[in-house]
């Protein structure tokens, strides 16, 4: 695009609400979808991915989309896939309080997802594909697992090794909490958006100067 590195600045969307801080750590019941349901946002992959896994763990899957009858026979195919339709965000939280870890399988450019900053503010680790800001959003082997988009047998690998190490889980969550960067936090993100501003206005006046 021709615009220096150091005139783009990157704002994340910021947590509304309290973040949900560890009193006792228990592995979760499931992993969790949510998002459309269309191709570009990855459930197939994921769909593919988990029928592969065959897990002891289901899979709850959230929202709505062109593929939802495709999701619904999955789900009749598999009493371990579970289609829950679309939820209120109270709700959508409530099942994050309970799961694994989010999947967000997206293979295409992404704003920055606000459904995985929702997911740290309940200590939820995150496995995504590293496409554009969900790679920025994930810190792989920090709050989550990231894995080639739309590569069905790496985002299987990635399930596996939750399922298998509860103590690098355990350790996910903790790092939520711990490196949880305080900008994603509202007053703090509104300030660094002010400072945006701030540097703009003073390198146009520097140039006009």
């Given at each position: 695009?021709?615009?220096?590195?150091?005139?783009?600045?990157?704002?994340?969307?910021?947590?509304?609400?309290?973040?949900?801080?560890?009193?006792?750590?228990?592995?979760?019941?499931?992993?969790?979808?949510?998002?459309?349901?269309?191709?570009?946002?990855?459930?197939?992959?994921?769909?593919?991915?988990?029928?592969?896994?065959k897990s002891e763990y289901?899979?709850?899957?959230?929202?709505?989309?062109?593929?939802?009858?495709?999701?619904?026979?999955?789900?009749?195919?598999?009493?371990?896939?579970?289609?829950?339709?679309?939820?209120?965000?109270?709700?959508?939280?409530?099942?994050?309080?309970?799961?694994?870890?989010?999947?967000?399988?997206?293979?295409?450019?992404?704003?920055?997802?606000?459904?995985?900053?929702?997911?740290?503010?309940?200590?939820?680790?995150?496995?995504?594909?590293?496409?554009?800001?969900?790679?920025?959003?994930?810190?792989?082997?920090?709050?989550?697992?990231?894995?080639?988009?739309?590569?069905?047998?790496?985002?299987?690998?990635?399930?596996?090794?939750?399922?298998?190490?509860?103590?690098?889980?355990?350790?996910?969550?903790?790092?939520?909490?711990?490196?949880?960067?305080?900008?994603?936090?509202?007053?703090?993100?509104?300030?660094?958006?002010?400072?945006?501003?701030?540097?703009?206005?003073?390198?146009?006046?520097?140039?006009?100067?």
């Amino acid at each position: 695009m021709g615009i220096p590195a150091e005139k783009i600045y990157l704002k994340p969307n910021f947590l509304q609400g309290e973040t949900k801080w560890l009193e006792t750590i228990d592995f979760g019941k499931y992993y969790l979808f949510v998002g459309r349901l269309e191709t570009e946002k990855g459930i197939l992959n994921l769909l593919n991915a988990y029928q592969n896994l065959k897990s002891e763990y289901p899979l709850y899957i959230v929202g709505s989309g062109s593929l939802q009858s495709v999701v619904e026979q999955y789900a009749s195919d598999n009493h371990k896939i579970q289609y829950l339709g679309q939820r209120t965000r109270e709700e959508v939280i409530q099942y994050m309080q309970g799961a694994i870890a989010l999947i967000f399988p997206s293979i295409w450019y992404e704003g920055f997802p606000l459904t995985i900053l929702e997911a740290y503010s309940q200590s939820l680790p995150v496995i995504g594909s590293n496409i554009g800001s969900v790679s920025y959003a994930i810190q792989n082997g920090i709050t989550g697992l990231t894995y080639p988009a739309g590569d069905e047998k790496a985002l299987k690998r990635a399930l596996l090794s939750i399922e298998n190490d509860r103590k690098d889980w355990i350790d996910l969550k903790k790092n939520i909490l711990n490196n949880l960067d305080e900008i994603y936090f509202v007053d703090n993100n509104i300030s660094f958006l002010v400072e945006i501003y701030q540097r703009i206005v003073k390198d146009y006046y520097c140039k006009e100067n």
